[in-house]
């Protein structure tokens, strides 16, 4: 028998509960996978109030880093004892055991941690899309990164700095300004205390900037239509302050003819290649030390722990990446 993690209602962190299953048999073209460490992420806890929808009852989770334990009909890329990780996997990663489509798994290279892949793997492919296609930043250039002491934040300040752009990161306290700052953010806005708008604007010369990130949703998002330069692109790619919603499209013609895009990683990684073609690129920034990955000991919860660990991440009282440990 494995533990996994089910919910049969949507709601608040206390619909998740600890099942035991039966440890599956891979289908053709599936891999059971033995976790080791799980990525925490904050997509997981909008599949769990129902934001986004889920047929009930779902386990929860698409991220973590194990070994392979059997394959199924038609697998040649991995074998069993295969050290792998994986971002983009059917709902169930917070589990012991997780079927995963062979074309989700990627290698894990010797010199990462199981710990080190599943706290970077999703968060880290998704900056990879966010600055290296959604807008391909460029060295030298100033942007903004809102939730900059974030899990995604801190990869996209490391990120940046290797690259050569300037990221100004918005955070929610004077230790997560610093904490952005040691990763790499060249200016912080904290927002509690200073204006957003104000700040890049003073930060920029009046110029603003040409791309803003924004993962926070509602709470930002006219203020980061307000940092765009005319013809700007708004990256909403989060929702941890509620969605967007009731939208008048006339605000982006009276703000400078702007630009908005709702991506995700599943829009821009759709195949092996363009799998392993990011991994390889966020694992060669890992191994090199350009990305630095520490999960602290309070952001790693048992697995029967969930509960706990869902209601810290939405405190916001986390910096960086939390985990799950079977």
Same mark, same amino acid.
């Given at each position: 028998?494995?533990?996994?993690?089910?919910?049969?209602?949507?709601?608040?962190?206390?619909?998740?509960?600890?099942?035991?299953?039966?440890?599956?048999?891979?289908?053709?073209?599936?891999?059971?996978?033995?976790?080791?460490?799980?990525?925490?992420?904050?997509?997981?806890?909008?599949?769990?109030?129902?934001?986004?929808? #889920?047929? $009930? @009852?779902? *386990?929860?989770?698409? +991220?973590? =880093?194990?070994?392979?334990?059997?394959? %199924?009909?038609? !697998?040649?890329?991995?074998?069993?004892?295969?050290?792998?990780?994986?971002?983009?996997?059917?709902?169930?990663?917070?589990?012991?055991?997780?079927?995963?489509?062979?074309?989700?798994? #990627?290698? $894990? @290279?010797? *010199?990462?941690?199981? +710990?080190? =892949?599943?706290?970077?793997?999703?968060? %880290?492919?998704? !900056?990879?899309?966010?600055?290296?296609?959604?807008?391909?930043?460029?060295?030298?250039?100033?942007?903004?990164?809102?939730?900059?002491?974030?899990?995604?934040?801190?990869?996209a300040c490391q990120w940046a700095k290797?690259?050569?752009?300037?990221?100004?990161?918005?955070?929610?306290?004077?230790?997560?300004?610093?904490?952005?700052?040691?990763?790499?953010?060249?200016?912080?806005?904290?927002?509690?205390?200073?204006?957003?708008?104000?700040?890049?604007?003073?930060?920029?010369?009046?110029?603003?900037?040409?791309?803003?990130?924004?993962?926070?949703?509602?709470?930002?998002?006219?203020?980061?239509?307000?940092?765009?330069?005319?013809?700007?692109?708004?990256?909403?790619?989060?929702?941890?302050?509620?969605?967007?919603?009731?939208?008048?499209?006339?605000?982006?013609?009276?703000?400078?003819?702007?630009?908005?895009?709702?991506?995700?990683?599943?829009?821009?990684?759709?195949?092996?290649?363009?799998?392993?073609?990011?991994?390889?690129?966020?694992?060669?920034?890992?191994?090199?030390?350009?990305?630095?990955?520490?999960?602290p000991e309070q952001q790693k919860f048992?697995?029967?722990?969930?509960?706990?660990?869902?209601?810290?991440?939405?405190?916001?009282?986390?910096?960086?990446?939390?985990?799950?440990?079977?």
């Amino acid at each position: 028998m494995a533990k996994r993690i089910q919910i049969s209602q949507h709601g608040g962190p206390e619909v998740m509960q600890v099942i035991d299953v039966d440890i599956p048999e891979p289908a053709a073209d599936e891999v059971i996978v033995e976790n080791k460490a799980i990525g925490i992420n904050y997509i997981d806890t909008y599949v769990r109030s129902g934001l986004y929808p #889920a047929s $009930l @009852p779902a *386990g929860l989770g698409t +991220e973590a =880093a194990g070994v392979v334990k059997s394959v %199924g009909e038609g !697998v040649t890329a991995v074998k069993p004892g295969d050290r792998v990780v994986y971002a983009q996997s059917a709902l169930g990663a917070y589990s012991e055991f997780h079927a995963v489509n062979v074309d989700k798994l #990627a290698l $894990l @290279p010797d *010199g990462i941690s199981y +710990e080190q =892949a599943a706290a970077s793997f999703l968060k %880290g492919l998704t !900056v990879h899309y966010l600055l290296r296609q959604t807008y391909v930043v460029q060295p030298d250039e100033v942007f903004l990164f809102q939730a900059a002491a974030g899990g995604v934040g801190l990869i996209a300040c490391q990120w940046a700095k290797a690259l050569g752009a300037h990221l100004i990161g918005t955070v929610g306290s004077a230790e997560k300004a610093v904490r952005a700052k040691e990763a790499g953010a060249w200016a912080t806005i904290n927002y509690r205390e200073e204006d957003i708008v104000r700040r890049v604007a003073e930060l920029t010369d009046g110029k603003k900037v040409r791309v803003v990130y924004d993962s926070v949703g509602k709470d930002t998002w006219e203020a980061s239509l307000n940092c765009l330069q005319r013809r700007g692109l708004m990256v909403s790619f989060g929702n941890s302050s509620g969605p967007v919603s009731g939208v008048n499209l006339g605000i982006l013609n009276q703000k400078g003819s702007l630009y908005v895009t709702r991506p995700s990683l599943n829009g821009y990684i759709t195949t092996r290649e363009a799998l392993t073609s990011a991994s390889n690129e966020l694992f060669s920034l890992i191994a090199s030390g350009a990305i630095k990955v520490d999960v602290p000991e309070q952001q790693k919860f048992a697995l029967t722990d969930v509960q706990r660990a869902h209601k810290t991440l939405e405190s916001r009282a986390t910096q960086g990446s939390s985990l799950l440990i079977p």
